[in-house]
């Protein structure tokens, strides 16, 4: 329910810095006193963070116009009159300065979003209880009480101030209350020309028009009674009749005259105020909607992340680039999107597609579950291993001297960590923006790419202990590495024969998997709870065993799992380039109980952009934080087959 407003007070001091010719100015840029309908901002409602983020950046703007800086807030304070600001106006300010001087340019503006408000209809009073400041402005408006800008005047119509009003409305004591719905939060903005303009001062003098007519419809009606009873009257008089008639005529000419001198004051008076509505209509961030999730569905998802990344790549605005601006061009002149400017969801839809993509070149880690965390690095307390029940007997429950031992188990603390991955990619100084654009989606495909391929390789392949890379402080032990530890790993069946050796002609057979299973104790009992992960020279191999059920004899339910090849004994497989490669010692198959494990994901994908002016290239950084963790950590939930190459 946050409106973005304008409302003026006045400056009552300026004075001139001798030192660098800047000029301070002094004054409430808003006060506690009612407009002239009614509105109120409280004092306290300055004081609930309002002010945090405008203090950030505390710019003074000339008229609302964010391309105008003209100087900054040095001070303020909020007292009992309101909120009190010091103002340094810079000399660059040019004619700006100039104009405060003479006294022609005398008031504030301040931009606020409402908050929390309650409205009383019986009033018609805004009680401003809450608020965020957006921005500051000097602007033309005089100083006065009749001439600050009410709530009311931040809408067009009549109809979308009384949809805004009815949100505050407090509910009635006698009935439960009731939460009003709206299709679309999103006020649409619109650029009023001069046809439009003219149609707007018709429409008010036709609205005018018609109420002067049912006025003098209601008058002549009742002349009309009265005329009636003159009637009478004439009957008895009949020498009287000449003079009702003529007093009828000149009470008809002066309310003609009267109608006409009304029409002719209210054309005046649009007339003088066709400047302030003209400019009323360009503002185009005069109310400004907090949500706008309904609005976004209407522009392509690709055709916003290109323009998020082609900006990102330029160093421009949106709005700057081509592409950016035919986006913009498109959404306005759709007449079922009510989106006519970037937003922040802009920036969110480039990491989700980022993210999506990197999802769709994922094998290994969509078999994980993932746990959203708050910060880097947080300890859980689990027991997710329990053991037994126990049978509790019909004497000694209850009882309030049980002799049965207490049933305990320990916790255990597992510490989840989020590592930050990053990837980069990188263009010369004079690609053009026309160039780049073809070249959009092959950058989001490489950065993708090689997150995902890192993720894999990690997953499967990273060893804290000795990988001197910064990923053997971060990111914990991959599949192969775990099962050397939490397993035994499994080179052959029990006899010579069945051996694998690495570049000979032997071959892995279902007979392998049954080994390493069994080494995985009561976690590889239920073929539902294990998954097997091949290299590509295992699959080859098992392709040619009798008891592997390759894909198109799995079913249609197997498809539903990335990269799955087929099955053996229950158990799904799928092949994963990043196994390691054909060597003595190397695991060639993996069977993991992905329940053990967890994926802890701190946030999603961050796109961030700078220039390298040493190496004269622009860099792009695609960034995540997500990480690697068992929860039984010396559960057997993981075990491998490996090469053998003396056949020992």
């Given at each position: 329910?946050?409106?973005?407003?304008?409302?003026?007070?006045s400056?009552?001091?300026?004075?001139?810095?001798?030192?660098d010719?800047?000029?301070?100015?002094?004054?409430y840029?808003s006060t506690?006193?009612?407009?002239?309908?009614?509105?109120?901002?409280?004092?306290d409602?300055w004081?609930?963070?309002?002010?945090?983020?405008y203090?950030?950046?505390?710019?003074?703007?000339a008229?609302?116009?964010?391309?105008?800086p003209?100087?900054?807030?040095i001070?303020?304070t909020?007292?009992?009159?309101?909120?009190?600001?010091?103002?340094?106006?810079?000399?660059?300010?040019?004619?700006?300065t100039?104009l405060?001087?003479d006294g022609v340019?005398?008031?504030?503006?301040?931009?606020?979003?409402?908050?929390?408000?309650?409205y009383?209809?019986?009033t018609?009073?805004f009680?401003?209880?809450d608020v965020?400041l957006?921005?500051?402005?000097v602007?033309?408006i005089?100083?006065?009480?009749?001439?600050?800008?009410?709530?009311a005047?931040c809408?067009?119509?009549?109809?979308e101030?009384?949809?805004?009003?009815?949100?505050?409305?407090?509910?009635?004591?006698s009935?439960?209350p009731t939460?009003?719905?709206?299709?679309?939060?999103?006020k649409?903005?619109?650029?009023?020309?001069?046809?439009?303009?003219?149609?707007?001062?018709?429409k008010?003098?036709?609205?005018e028009?018609?109420?002067?007519?049912?006025?003098?419809e209601?008058?002549?009606?009742?002349?009309?009674?009265?005329?009636?009873?003159?009637?009478?009257?004439?009957?008895?008089?009949?020498?009287?009749?000449?003079a009702?008639?003529?007093?009828?005529?000149?009470?008809?000419?002066?309310?003609?005259?009267?109608?006409a001198?009304k029409m002719?004051e209210l054309?005046?008076?649009?007339?003088?105020?066709?400047?302030?509505?003209?400019r009323?209509?360009r503002?185009?961030?005069?109310?400004e909607?907090?949500?706008?999730?309904?609005?976004?569905?209407?522009?392509?998802k690709?055709?916003?992340?290109?323009?998020?990344?082609?900006?990102?790549?330029?160093r421009?605005e949106?709005?700057?680039?081509?592409?950016?601006k035919?986006?913009l061009?498109?959404?306005?002149?759709n007449?079922?999107s009510?989106f006519?400017?970037?937003?922040d969801?802009?920036?969110?839809?480039?990491?989700?597609?980022?993210?999506?993509?990197?999802?769709?070149?994922l094998?290994?880690?969509?078999?994980?579950?993932?746990?959203a965390m708050?910060s880097a690095?947080q300890?859980i307390?689990?027991?997710?291993?329990?053991?037994y029940?126990d049978?509790?007997g019909?004497?000694?429950?209850?009882?309030t001297?049980?002799t049965d031992?207490e049933v305990?188990k320990?916790?255990?603390?597992?510490?989840?960590?989020?590592?930050k991955?990053a990837?980069?990619?990188f263009?010369?100084?004079?690609t053009?923006?026309?160039?780049i654009?073809?070249?959009?989606?092959?950058?989001?495909e490489?950065?993708?790419?090689a997150?995902?391929?890192?993720?894999?390789?990690?997953?499967?392949?990273?060893?804290?202990?000795s990988?001197?890379?910064?990923?053997s402080?971060?990111?914990?032990?991959?599949l192969?590495?775990?099962?050397?530890?939490?397993?035994?790993a499994?080179?052959?069946?029990?006899t010579?024969?069945?051996?694998v050796?690495?570049?000979?002609?032997?071959?892995?057979?279902?007979?392998?998997i049954?080994?390493?299973?069994?080494?995985?104790?009561?976690?590889?009992?239920?073929?539902n709870?294990?998954?097997?992960?091949?290299s590509?020279?295992?699959?080859?191999?098992?392709?040619?065993?009798?008891?592997?059920?390759?894909?198109?004899?799995?079913?249609?339910q197997a498809?539903k799992?990335?990269?799955?090849?087929?099955?053996?004994?229950?158990?799904?497989f799928?092949?994963?380039p990043?196994?390691?490669?054909?060597?003595?010692g190397?695991?060639?198959?993996?069977?993991?109980?992905p329940r053990n494990f967890?994926v802890?994901?701190l946030?999603?994908?961050?796109?961030?952009?700078d220039?390298?002016?040493e190496?004269?290239?622009r860099?792009?950084?695609?960034?995540q934080?997500?990480g690697?963790s068992?929860?039984?950590?010396a559960?057997?939930?993981?075990?491998t087959?490996?090469?053998?190459?003396?056949?020992?």
């Amino acid at each position: 329910m946050n409106e973005l407003i304008h409302l003026r007070a006045s400056f009552v001091e300026k004075s001139v810095n001798e030192d660098d010719q800047s000029l301070t100015i002094k004054g409430y840029a808003s006060t506690v006193n009612k407009d002239r309908v009614g509105d109120v901002i409280l004092k306290d409602a300055w004081s609930k963070g309002g002010l945090n983020n405008y203090l950030k950046n505390p710019v003074i703007l000339a008229f609302h116009d964010h391309k105008r800086p003209i100087g900054k807030m040095i001070d303020y304070t909020v007292d009992e009159v309101g909120l009190k600001i010091t103002a340094k106006i810079s000399k660059a300010a040019g004619d700006i300065t100039d104009l405060i001087k003479d006294g022609v340019l005398q008031a504030f503006s301040v931009g606020v979003r409402v908050k929390e408000a309650d409205y009383d209809n019986g009033t018609d009073t805004f009680l401003i209880k809450d608020v965020e400041l957006h921005e500051v402005s000097v602007v033309s408006i005089p100083a006065n009480q009749d001439s600050l800008f009410s709530i009311a005047k931040c809408f067009e119509t009549e109809t979308e101030f009384a949809e805004f009003k009815q949100k505050f409305v407090k509910p009635e004591t006698s009935g439960a209350p009731t939460e009003e719905k709206s299709e679309n939060n999103h006020k649409e903005e619109f650029i009023m020309d001069s046809n439009e303009l003219e149609q707007l001062i018709s429409k008010a003098l036709s609205s005018e028009l018609s109420k002067q007519k049912s006025e003098e419809e209601a008058r002549k009606s009742a002349e009309a009674a009265e005329a009636a009873r003159r009637a009478e009257i004439v009957t008895i008089a009949k020498s009287g009749a000449e003079a009702l008639v003529e007093d009828l005529k000149k009470s008809m000419k002066q309310s003609e005259e009267a109608f006409a001198g009304k029409m002719a004051e209210l054309q005046n008076d649009i007339i003088a105020k066709s400047e302030e509505i003209a400019r009323i209509t360009r503002d185009r961030s005069k109310v400004e909607f907090g949500d706008r999730n309904v609005a976004e569905v209407a522009l392509d998802k690709k055709a916003i992340s290109e323009a998020v990344l082609l900006s990102k790549i330029t160093r421009k605005e949106i709005g700057e680039t081509r592409l950016g601006k035919q986006l913009l061009e498109k959404a306005a002149a759709n007449a079922s999107s009510s989106f006519k400017a970037p937003s922040d969801l802009w920036e969110q839809t480039l990491s989700n597609t980022l993210e999506e993509e990197i999802q769709l070149q994922l094998v290994v880690a969509p078999m994980f579950r993932e746990i959203a965390m708050q910060s880097a690095k947080q300890v859980i307390s689990v027991n997710p291993d329990m053991g037994y029940a126990d049978w509790v007997g019909s004497a000694s429950y209850g009882a309030t001297a049980s002799t049965d031992p207490e049933v305990t188990k320990t916790l255990l603390e597992v510490t989840l960590t989020a590592p930050k991955l990053a990837a980069k990619a990188f263009l010369t100084d004079e690609t053009e923006e026309d160039a780049i654009i073809p070249i959009l989606p092959l950058i989001n495909e490489g950065l993708a790419r090689a997150h995902a391929r890192k993720i894999e390789w990690a997953l499967l392949n990273n060893n804290s202990a000795s990988d001197t890379g910064e990923s053997s402080k971060t990111f914990a032990d991959g599949l192969v590495i775990r099962a050397g530890t939490l397993s035994t790993a499994v080179a052959a069946d029990g006899t010579a024969s069945a051996k694998v050796i690495a570049g000979g002609t032997s071959k892995f057979t279902s007979a392998h998997i049954v080994a390493a299973r069994r080494k995985m104790l009561k976690y590889g009992v239920n073929p539902n709870d294990i998954m097997g992960i091949l290299s590509l020279d295992a699959w080859y191999d098992l392709l040619e065993d009798t008891e592997f059920a390759s894909l198109n004899e799995v079913g249609s339910q197997a498809t539903k799992l990335t990269g799955v090849v087929g099955r053996v004994y229950g158990i799904n497989f799928l092949v994963s380039p990043e196994m390691p490669a054909e060597a003595d010692g190397a695991a060639g198959i993996v069977l993991v109980n992905p329940r053990n494990f967890l994926v802890p994901r701190l946030r999603g994908v961050t796109l961030q952009s700078d220039y390298d002016v040493e190496r004269q290239r622009r860099v792009l950084v695609a960034t995540q934080r997500l990480g690697f963790s068992s929860i039984i950590s010396a559960a057997k939930a993981v075990a491998t087959v490996t090469y053998d190459a003396d056949g020992a």
